[in-house]
């Protein structure tokens, strides 16, 4: 190793299943708080943790959804692995008490499996989200209690918003008011810009990896 190089330090192994369900998520999180830059946790839980990943990848900014991993080893344990981005501030510039500075072409990235998620900034009251699908991902038909605004900044798409379907394209924009029906799906890849006020609970973000989990856009 030379002098330039930096050796991180050993992963930590969290083992939940001794933890009511409730409880795990909050413990999890607690722990990635305290990883360096670069760190790892190895989750051991009873299941693959993919209501988790999908709360990560929406609200923490410093989680690196591309190195995500698990794997199985027997019928009552699986292993996941959550690593803090080596450098947590890379894709939002300034103090984030006071601006953010950001942009959706450097921040593009992109999941095979699920549109990928960035956290721009949070607040009490919104969330700023840029979002990146490959054609055929979507985010599922769903009914949450808050409104959203959905810009799109680059490719083509439908947009379900309350009983009616738009196709959309660069430049289009939608709301839809809280109580409402709301999907979108990709044509084409596609990057949006995504806000949500007031931010959405964890019961949605279950709701939505269930969905994608098992393959549907709408029920």
């Known amino acids: 190793m ?19 369900p409730a409880a795990r998520h909050n413990h999890i999180e607690r722990i990635f708080d305290g990883l360096e830059p670069g760190g790892e946790i190895l989750v051991v839980n009873d299941h693959e943790p993919l209501h988790l990943v999908q709360f990560m990848k929406h609200e923490r900014k410093d989680f690196d959804s591309s190195s995500y991993s698990a794997y199985k080893k027997n019928d009552s344990e699986w292993v996941a692995v959550f690593r803090k981005k080596s450098d947590s501030n890379a894709e939002v510039k300034g103090n984030e008490q006071d601006f953010v500075f950001a942009n959706i072409e450097k921040e593009r990235t992109y999941d095979e499996h699920s549109f990928s998620p960035v956290p721009v900034f949070s607040a009490e009251g919104y969330r700023v989200i840029m979002a990146y699908f490959r054609a055929g991902q979507f985010i599922p038909v769903h009914t949450p209690a808050n409104d959203v605004i959905i810009f799109v900044y680059r490719g083509e798409g439908e947009v379900v918003a309350s009983s009616s379907r738009f196709s959309v394209r660069q430049g289009d ?44 856009f709408e029920q």
């Open 173 to 216: 924009m939608v709301v839809v008011k809280g109580g409402r029906e709301r999907g979108i799906k990709a044509a084409t890849d596609m990057q949006l810009l995504h806000i949500v006020v007031p931010p959405p609970g964890e019961s949605d973000h279950n709701r939505i990896s269930e969905m994608i989990e098992k393959g549907l």
């Open 2 to 20: 030379s002098h330039q190089e930096k050796k991180h330090p050993e992963p930590t192994v969290v083992d939940v299943r001794s933890l009511p």
